[in-house]
């Protein structure tokens, strides 16, 4: 499922732009599911929009937990439409069909983080399943953390019972076979 990591538009104030941090418009954003058939939607700030994108990955799990996916090259086809007066605020995105991989026939290893903070809670689920990998397959931990991040899910499972929130790390069995 290859995306671009990098896609956006620059912005308005002056001055030179790095793609990181992601921003209003665009950047190094590493949404897994830009991919074929997404139409993205991007507010323009600075005069000819500016087009701007790469970081190219053949995969990548939901969350790059540790700034890691299959860097790949690849050739990117794209239209590009102005659509005025309809500028979002941040970054929309409508895609052709289900974004599931399809990595789920053997199930999930599930390790979640709950905690008043939601940072933290996804921290504790990815070194949770870093132990269940180390422990159970013999993986380094650095190992372990570059394998999360390339086929694993950072999920957010529940913000509604304050204080506390529960975030998930779903790594598919499926990477064993």
């Given amino acids: 499922k290859p995306f ?6 620059a912005p308005g104030a ?4 790095e793609v ?26 600075a005069p000819g929009a500016l087009l701007s994108l790469g970081d190219t990955h053949a995969v990548q799990g939901d969350g ?6 299959l860097e ?7 239209t590009l439409d102005l659509v005025k007066g309809a500028a979002p605020a941040y ?27 939601l940072m933290e809670s996804a921290r504790n689920a990815v070194r949770g399943m870093i132990d269940v990998l180390t422990a159970e397959h013999g993986m380094s931990p650095v190992d372990a953390y ?4 390339v ?16 975030v998930s790390f779903y790594f598919p069995r499926l990477v064993f076979d």
């Avoid at 990181?20 to 700030?45: C, I, K, Q, S």
């Avoid at 970054?91 to 903070?117: C, F, M, N, Q």
């Avoid at 570059?146 to 991040?149: E, F, G, K």
């Avoid at 694993?152 to 506390?164: K, Q, S």
């Fill in 64 to 69: 790059e937990v540790c700034g890691v996916a």
């Fill in 14 to 17: 002056p001055g030179l732009h």
């Fill in 72 to 78: 790949s090259p690849m050739t990117v086809t794209l």
């Fill in 4 to 9: 671009c990591g990098t896609i956006g538009l």
């Fill in 20 to 45: 990181l941090p992601p921003r209003r418009v665009g950047g190094n954003m590493d949404f897994r599911d830009l991919t074929t058939g997404v139409v993205l939607y991007l507010p323009v700030e």
């Fill in 151 to 166: 086929c694993g899910d950072l999920r957010i499972n529940e913000i509604v019972d304050r204080p506390n929130w529960v």
């Fill in 91 to 117: 970054p929309r995105v409508v895609t052709p069909g289900p974004v599931s991989r399809h990595l789920d026939t053997k199930g999930y290893e599930i390790a979640t983080g709950i905690g008043p903070d």
């Fill in 146 to 149: 570059i394998l999360c991040s």
